[in-house]
């Protein structure tokens, strides 16, 4: 039995024992193995000299990285949490997307960012933030986000031996999930979206922190609806295989997209955008979407209005122009 | 990581700077009196014509990019007029092997440390890279958001000495650039870790219309690096002899001790912003004449006529040394930039998302 995060812990260290120029840094990291356990052990293996901590200045962190990634070396560095990225932002959009741009090519900055990210674990504000979508959205950078834990395993050793930087977005609802595998785990590459639960009716687009619901809410669909639904894992946002959304939209003709990141320009608007312009003719009803809510990412005590929920999905699905009108079994 | 052992100057006094910028010229170029020279050897004549040979050679490059701007053949330009013997200073007391970090206004250190005057250009030209090889030259990109390259500087300090190597880096910042985060979090990063990075600030005195008292209240910019235990030097930064010293003597520092230094260099921006700004909104043009009495130039080239060691003809083969690059920059900027579509697509990624493969084709479709 393993948990995400004793893969992604081994993750990190099969890429430091493969390749000496891996380095992890970032705050508690060391001594702790990082307020996550993710980092565990890695200092006592590798010595302070290629895993250790640093001051609390994330800026300096990711910018330090950038310097690294100039020499040669490989930075993996943590933010912690979603919300305590945003003081990196300026170096990890201005620089660390771009400086292969700005020099053609002469340096790299092959750095993963890792952003333990998303709401549901009773967190206290600024904990809690599904910041994907910026990422996303700047040129230069990749975004991935596992969903299970051979994904946490494969996807973040992808990341690292990536010459392009990626943003690497842990799950931390997920963290404690288990799965019956041995490590090193093995799963397809990153670019590729995966189906969790094949489907002929509606397709579930989703990834991270929301596939478990996702699948739960499509073995409620059967149970509750007769629907046979599909649920696609996308596993990296970008690059977001376009091919297998296009693939099982085409099929089912009728989707919704499941985000804990709000929806207003983001990821999940991308997502049904994509579907539209290439299923028109298969779609039996619009892309729908159900996501987290315009707001700042609420208390725990009102999370759950906040989070995707199961009922949301099934009465989104409940909403898709069927030629005959469900009622839903009590 | 540093052990105690390391820390070799942690006592406040001495990690503070003098408190008067350290000088060696008067501004007549005349040697001052030795008290205020901070205990500086005056540099050898060999060393001080090589800084006078590319001063002159700076100031002329400077003027000439400064009429390509206005005449539209840069998109813009960044004076660094006035800081000759900073951007000179900076540069020649590094080795082959040291890294420099400059900013968008330090294009006259980057023909110092060879790269070629018109690659030296791409960027305010209006290319979307930087037309050199960082790593063949050991310059980084110009940095346009303020301060956030000096991070750069101490990951690739501290990732050359993880290898065992010795290599210092020099980054310039500017006194707007102190007020930003990344100038904190650099000099922190690199006290804590041990890494020989030398922090220039030069203090021109103006960030655009935004005037140095609006900047700080601390006594000097070099006081600040007592905060993070950081070494300050405060030089008088139009007098080359002593920036060529201090400088010289801050890279022997940082080497020797693995340490970070930050030195000051009080100067003045003589020209606008840039070509696309107009200084007579917030300053008054007594103030710049004040200040051209004290050209870093004119100072130098006083001080070694007066002591003997340079000469007419000297002066008349830097003159003619520097036409022949302003000559060169002319040339070199006649054509327009035209790179085609493809090459915005190339570099992005090395692999890219097929997004951005298709949109290539669209734009390359309708070129």
Redo the contacts between chains.
Sequence with gaps: MVTMVQALNRALGDAMRADPSVVVFGEDVGTLGGVFRVTDGLTKEFG??RC?D??L?E??I????????????RPVVEMQFDAFAY?AF??VA??VAK??????????TPIVIRVPYGGGIGGVEHHSDSSEGLYAQV??L?VSTPATVSDAYVLLREAIA???PVVFFEPKRLYWSTAEIDLPASAPGS?RAEIRRPGSDVTLMTYGPSVPLALEAADAATAELGLDVEVLDLRTL???D?ASIIDSISRTGRGVVVTEAPSFAGPAAEIAALAHEHCFYSLAAPIRRVTGLDIPYPPPAYEHHYLPSVERILDTLLDLEWEEPFTRAA | MRTSADHHETSTTRLLPSPVPVRFLDEDGRLGPEDERGGFAIPTDEALLETYRWMAIGRRFDTEASALARQGRLAVYPSSRGQEACQVGGVLALGSEDWLFPTYRDTVSLVVRGIDPVESLSLLRGEWHCGYDPVASRVAPQCTPLATHLPHAVGVAWAARRRGEDVVAMAFVGDGGTSEGDFHEALNFAAVFGVPVVFLVQNNRWAISVPLEIQTHAPSLASKGVGYGVRGEWVDGNDAVAVTAMLADAVRYARAERAPVLVEALTYRMAAHTNADDDRRYREASEVDVWQRRDPVSRLESYLVNTGALVQDDIDAVAKESESLAERIRDGLAGDVREGADDVFAHVYAHPPERLMRQRADVLAAE
């Design positions: 302070p000299d250790f640093t001051p200045a800026s300096g990711v910018g330090v990285a950038v310097g690294m990634a100039m020499q040669g070396l003081p300026e170096q201005s620089h400086l292969r741009n700005r020099t053609r090519g002469a340096v790299q040129p230069g990749k990536d010459p392009d670019g970008v690059p977001l376009e």
